[in-house]
């Protein structure tokens, strides 16, 4: 039999304020059409039918929250929009963190995180964790970095706010050893921009501060293959095991 294989989807689920500063509503984006604004056209498409999945099994159809069933993120400016415009969403995300554990925090408000200085990098992360212990009711483990954009000093502070663990792109990584430090460093992609034959990328990386040796992060590396064909094709079962 072939080896047993897991897949770990992660969503990242995110919408900017829209809100017209003026009025605190959301203007008519003709673009939208049929529906008054992008908010509400991709709640429709996608953040509502994503808690309300049909499935048909031999005892007839069910209902299933896949955001029980993904590793997600939701932007604090969405989530603040849902709770106000679509409660019944919300709440369907909120429950389903209750019943999974599989909700991550995101920077607050999806900034470049290594573009902001010392004072504003941290008022993302801090305020990103408490409004995800504001609405999710416990402290997050991990962070999304908006568009994952990375640095050692991002990292850095990361650990000292507490969080465990990020999720990268391989190629965001330069070099990697055993945990024990045996072997030296290794690049971890050729000359192509691929991963090196014999990297396993399928496990965490785990990053150590390197003032504070007592502060780790782990590194959960995405594959960009898999990821571009279930965001944008229709794979089959097949096709994402083989590659």
Sequence with gaps: MPPETSLVIHGHFYQPPREDPWTGEVPEQPSAAPFHDWNERITAECYGPNTAVKLATADGDILINTFEHL????GPTLMS?????????YDAIV????RGGRAI?????HAILPLCDDRDLRTQIRWGVADFRHRF???????????????????????????RFT?????????????????????????????????????????QHPARPDLTLDLVVYDG???????????????????
Excluded: C, K
Excluded at 71 to 74: A, G, K, L, Q, R
Excluded at 95 to 98: F, G, I, L, M, Q
Excluded at 140 to 156: D, F, N, Q
Excluded at 181 to 197: A, K, M, N, P, Q
């Design 71 to 74: 590793s997600f993120n939701v």
């Design 81 to 89: 929009w849902l709770e106000q415009h679509h409660r019944d969403v």
């Design 95 to 98: 429950e389903a963190d209750r």
């Design 105 to 109: 925090a995101q920077g607050y408000g």
């Design 137 to 163: 009711g416990r402290q997050p483990e991990g962070m999304w970095l908006p568009e994952t954009a990375v640095s050692e000093r991002v990292l850095a502070v990361l650990a000292e706010e507490g969080l």
């Design 167 to 207: 999720i990268l792109e391989p190629s965001q990584l330069r070099s990697v050893r055993p945990l024990d430090g045996s072997g030296g460093w290794h690049d971890l992609l050729d000359d192509s921009g691929g991963v090196r034959e014999g990297v396993a990328i399928d496990r965490p990386f785990r990053w």
């Design 225 to 243: 293959g898999i990821a571009h064909a279930l965001a944008f094709g229709d794979p089959s079962g097949h096709e994402i095991v083989s590659q």
